[in-house]
Antibody, heavy 121, light 108 residues
Framework: EVRLEQSGAEMKKPGESLKISCKAS????????IAWVRQMPGKGLEWMGL????????RYSPSFQGQVIISADKSLNTAYLQWHSLKASDTAMYYC??????????????WGQGTLVTVSS | SSELTQDPAVSVALGQTVRITCQGD??????ASWYQQRPGQAPVVVIY???NRPSGIPDRFSASNSGNTGSLTITGAQAEDEADYYC???????????FGGGTKLTVL
């Protein structure tokens, strides 16, 4: 069974750093792209970036380039989303999702449960 | 701004048919994929590719495409279909992913 298990909710202050995780199981981690998706309170889904765990190739949305770092540890089957200096506007639910196979369209076939990040002074 | 445009809200009477649309230039090259998100839950893919339903998705969900518009049709809407629906696509380089702004479906 494919599973993406995300780390727990975080409460941080502005300016603090943070790294959240997404642990994959039930499939070969290095063979599938992983995405991070933001959902601000009451808002829609926003694609942040893609990472290919086998070689750590990353592709960022222009909206998030330079704002976050997406990485992975193949030995742990885990992808990460990292901030060096959080802002209140980073308050959101963050999902990891696996890019599905078989078709040229990009679709996400499995999703993590989400990690709620709250940034407040 | 979103590269894919969806109507913010749509309603349908129980048991009737509803179409949710998604417009964008990328859909001239790629089929839209569709996600259902119920309150407090992660999104779930209901249609991907031309008109593929993952295992477990009822066959009342179907998709079609014309020009720059993708459509998700629910034939015989049920109360449990009340949710937010998002489309997504990609650019031709494969470097970017787009989500529509989402459509809130109300089943009356």
């Amino acid at each position: 069974e494919v599973r993406l298990e995300q780390s727990g909710a975080e409460m941080k202050k502005p300016g603090e750093s943070l790294k959240i995780s997404c642990k994959a199981s039930g499939y070969k981690f290095t063979n599938y792209w992983i995405a991070w998706v933001r959902q601000m309170p009451g808002k829609g889904l926003e694609w942040m970036g893609l990472l290919y765990p086998d070689d750590s190739e990353t592709r960022y949305s222009p909206s998030f380039q330079g704002q976050v770092i997406i990485s992975a540890d193949k030995s742990l089957n885990t992808a990460y989303l990292q901030w060096h200096s959080l802002k209140a506007s980073d308050t959101a639910m963050y999902y990891c999702a696996r890019l599905g196979p078989e078709v040229p369209e990009y679709y996400f076939d499995y999703w993590g449960q989400g990690t709620l990040v709250t940034v407040s002074s | 701004s979103s590269e894919l445009t969806q109507d913010p809200a749509v309603s349908v009477a129980l048991g009737q048919t509803v179409r949710i649309t998604c417009q964008g230039d990328s859909l001239r090259n790629y089929f839209a994929s569709w996600y259902q998100q119920r309150p407090g839950q992660a999104p779930v893919v209901v249609i991907y590719g031309k008109n593929n339903r993952p295992s477990g998705i009822p066959d009342r969900f179907s998709a079609s495409n014309s020009g720059n518009t993708g459509s998700l049709t629910i034939t015989g809407a049920q109360a449990e279909d009340e949710a937010d629906y998002y489309c997504n696509s990609r650019d031709i380089t494969g470097n970017h992913v787009f989500f529509g702004g989402g459509t809130k479906l109300t089943v009356l």
